[in-house]
């Protein structure tokens, strides 16, 4: 918990950055694909936010986006370790959409214990700690309950993957779900404020596969804490390393997900090393 006090003692200043980064050209490099983008922006954050948590806990570990790009190792062991995005949404970031969120998660024995998600330009901040509750800038957060999956709105993203092979699921998964039917499928650019999404009721269900354990370990203990369920794709366990998520407000909806999409074989985050 004193890490998270720590962090928002230093949210202003990687707001000011973020911001300042938002109103000027950006030098933007791509990563796996045309769709898959890092900048300079992203790498600063994560260094800011490394190097102050570093002097506080020299004994914790840290698995951050831009550094697991750089090289650094991606393995959840039992020791603290803070999981970081710098920057969730940085395709939005480059086009000055504004759902752009900085995410920082918080384990100890491979169990998420605390969650901070940061929409920087709505100036929202959703905070959990396991066993005390899901927080939106302070007001308690509550899903929506809903458990008729016909009656649900669904996030999800098409992913930065362009392989035709893996398109075609993630197409046809969207497909399924709307002709169940249910009442929509949105998408914000951002896995972090998709399940904060969802921990808010305003929408009831959230998946998607391709994604890292950086996208989902501060918003998964949000969701959870507000009263939603969070699953692997296939209906199981969570697990936060395998890159594939439904995060719902109810089991049954999750459940019906599960029944539905087609899983896509990523290798694992602690498998790409």
Not at 188 to 214: K, P, Q, R, S
Not at 253 to 269: E, F, G, N, S
């Amino acid at each position: 918990m004193q890490g998270l006090l720590l962090y928002k003692c230093k949210l202003l200043l990687i707001l000011q950055v973020i911001r300042e980064a938002l109103k000027t050209e950006q030098s933007v490099m791509l990563k796996s694909s045309p769709a898959d983008l890092v900048t300079e922006t992203d790498q600063k954050v994560e260094k800011m936010i490394i190097n102050t948590l570093k002097k506080k806990f020299p004994s914790h570990s840290f698995i951050g986006e831009e550094s697991v790009a750089d090289g650094a190792q991606s393995v959840l062991t039992d020791n603290p370790t803070w999981i970081i995005d710098p920057i969730d949404g940085t395709t939005n970031f480059v086009h000055r959409l504004p759902f752009v969120a900085v995410s920082i998660g918080f384990t100890v024995n491979k169990q998420i214990e605390v969650g901070v998600v940061y929409s920087c330009v709505e100036d929202k901040m959703y905070t959990a700690r396991r066993g005390q509750g899901a927080f939106l800038n302070g007001q308690r957060l509550k899903v929506s309950g809903q458990e008729d999956i016909s009656k649900a709105l669904i996030v999800t993203e098409l992913g930065s993957s362009r392989t035709p092979e893996v398109l075609k699921i993630v197409l046809s998964n969207m497909e399924k779900l709307i002709n169940i039917p249910c009442h929509g499928i949105r998408a914000l650019g951002t896995a972090a404020v998709n399940m904060c999404t969802v921990a808010t009721g305003g929408a009831d269900a959230y998946f998607e596969m391709g994604i890292h354990c950086w996208d989902m370990a501060a918003a998964a203990v949000i969701i959870t804490e507000a009263g939603g369920v969070v699953l692997d794709i296939s209906g199981g366990p969570f697990d936060l390393m395998s890159r594939r998520v439904i995060a719902s407000s109810s089991r049954a909806i999750a459940d019906r997900i599960a029944q539905v999409v087609q899983p896509i074989p990523y290798a694992r985050d602690d498998e790409e090393q």
